[in-house]
């Protein structure tokens, strides 16, 4: 059993050495599987009619095969938005960057998310999105929003991410939400990182053999991140969390990547 989701970017951010906590609803009753210093890092909402996503994966070999996904709508009742706002003020206070992981399960939401981010840049924090939602646009004011090259396709409407004439959608949207950075994932490729109307390709020069991308995008978050605070500029942070990425992917299961096995 593994955390996936926010719980596999917390797990990379302290394999890294980063003192990180995450705030995050769960039914505690079903948390019986974390070792104390994981669940001593993660501030938790209680919710038990929250159903925990399970995904199973089957693998061949070392290699995986399928996933299959067992999980419940979630509709985050209004009486817990409060609670994150206090618990957000309260650790926001001890920490100089805030990623949010938002994989659209229900606990961010449309009236949520602006409180959240309200706060944070009333604090002066630099904040990273990594979102699957369909409304990016609600993500104003930030400094990185990263996404996959299909949910950039999607989000766009466009068809091919290296397509330069394109890109004009990309900078209107940027300059009309202030946000700083757009990454783009785009697998073996790289990324390209959009910002101040430039673009710039990151290239993967060194490949790895795949035998499993899951939790591959956690883990080049949280090497994203931990770039920026070494005082990397972002396109070096991108290049740096490239390679930790490609390496998660060489690995079966979900793997938090130690800098010592780059």
Do not use: W
């Amino acid at each position: 059993v593994y955390l996936g989701g926010a719980g596999n970017v917390l797990n990379n951010l302290l394999a890294i050495g980063l003192n990180s906590n995450l705030i995050t609803i769960a039914n505690t009753n079903k948390l019986h599987f974390l070792n104390k210093k994981i669940r001593s890092k993660i501030k938790l909402i209680n919710d038990n009619y929250f159903q925990d996503i399970k995904k199973v994966r089957y693998i061949s070999g070392n290699k995986h095969i399928i996933r299959v996904d067992h999980e419940k709508k979630y509709i985050l009742p209004n009486k817990y938005n409060s609670k994150i706002k206090n618990l957000l003020q309260k650790e926001s206070k001890k920490s100089n960057l805030v990623i949010i992981s938002d994989y659209n399960k229900g606990f961010l939401t449309n009236q949520n998310i602006p409180l959240i981010l309200r706060i944070l840049n009333k604090k002066d924090k630099k904040i990273f999105i990594d979102s699957k939602r369909s409304n990016l646009e609600i993500f104003k004011n930030v400094f990185v929003i990263k996404i996959n090259n299909d949910e950039a396709c999607n989000y766009f409407k466009i068809k091919d991410i290296y397509d330069k004439s394109e890109y004009k959608k990309i900078y209107d949207f940027l300059i009309k939400n202030k946000i700083k950075n757009l990454i783009v994932t785009t697998g073996k490729h790289g990324a390209v990182l959009f910002n101040n109307r430039e673009y710039v390709y990151i290239r993967n020069y060194k490949q790895s053999e795949i035998y499993d991308v899951s939790g591959a995008g956690d883990t080049f978050l949280s090497y994203l991140v931990f770039g920026f605070m070494c005082g990397l500029d972002i396109k070096y942070s991108i290049t740096l969390a490239n390679h930790a990425s490609f390496y998660a992917i060489s690995k079966s299961g979900i793997s938090s990547i130690k800098l010592s096995d780059l």
